[in-house]
């Protein structure tokens, strides 16, 4: 290829981004490094973190801090592309140049973000996220965050509700709970939320079972 020709021929002409990306392999890390560094700063545009997604494994993190304080950063789900090979801080200071409204780049990126950026980003969602999609986030958000998103859902579905139980602070369950309750809901729906609700709400359940004269629920 004409990339593999400039690193043989040693020319003074830089490669390209792209360029670099196809002959990574075969340079020392030395050279990856040097020629990264003058591809970006040759481009007459800002390098875009999609281009350089192939470089990554093949950059240490100081080359790599210089590298990413100038790119471009298009998507959330861009970002997750490049995760694997980030630290914490460098996934911090990439996302705060992202698009934060992109649910699914959210989700792609929860399990590589620490638990900060997290839960801001989430709460930052609040007013578009469901049930449904809140269960997917669930396993990585704090308690906190979860609870508070989870409160402000006024008509929340059970059965959503049964993926989030595990996740939830007990007195948020039970708040959503009782409320579901008060609004009429079927006692029968709440059965798989049993093992995650207080003695307390159960009580309630039991008292209204009792009052019904319904053994089997009992």
């Not at 900060?116 to 958000?141: I, N, S, W, Y």
């Not at 309750?181 to 359940?205: A, V």
Request: hydrophobic letters at 40%; aromatic letters at 4%; proline letters at 5%.
């Amino acid at each position: 290829s004409e990339a593999v020709e400039k690193v043989l021929m040693d020319t003074e002409e830089p490669l390209s981004v792209e360029e670099l990306a196809e002959v990574a392999p075969i340079l020392s890390p030395a050279q990856v490094h040097a020629d990264t560094k003058k591809a970006a700063q040759s481009s007459e545009a800002k390098t875009s973190l999609k281009d350089l997604i192939p470089l990554l494994p093949f950059l240490d993190d100081e080359i790599m801090d210089e590298i990413l304080s100038q790119v471009n950063v298009d998507s959330l789900k861009e970002v997750s592309c490049a995760a694997p090979f980030l630290d914490d801080d460098q996934l911090d200071a990439l996302v705060s140049k992202a698009d934060t409204s992109d649910w699914e780049g959210i989700l792609a990126l929860a399990p590589f973000l620490s638990d900060d950026t997290l839960d801001g980003l989430a709460e930052r969602c609040m007013e578009e996220v469901d049930e449904h999609k809140l269960t997917q986030l669930a396993p990585f958000l704090s308690e906190q965050t979860l609870s508070k998103m989870a409160q402000k859902m006024e008509n929340i579905d059970l059965h959503a509700l049964v993926g989030l139980a595990p996740f939830l602070e007990d007195e948020t369950l039970d708040e959503i709970v009782n409320r579901e309750l008060d609004k009429g809901c079927s006692i029968k729906d709440l059965t798989p939320l049993y093992p995650f609700l207080s003695s307390e709400t159960m009580r309630r359940l039991m008292q209204h079972f009792l009052r019904a004269g319904d053994i089997e629920g009992m």
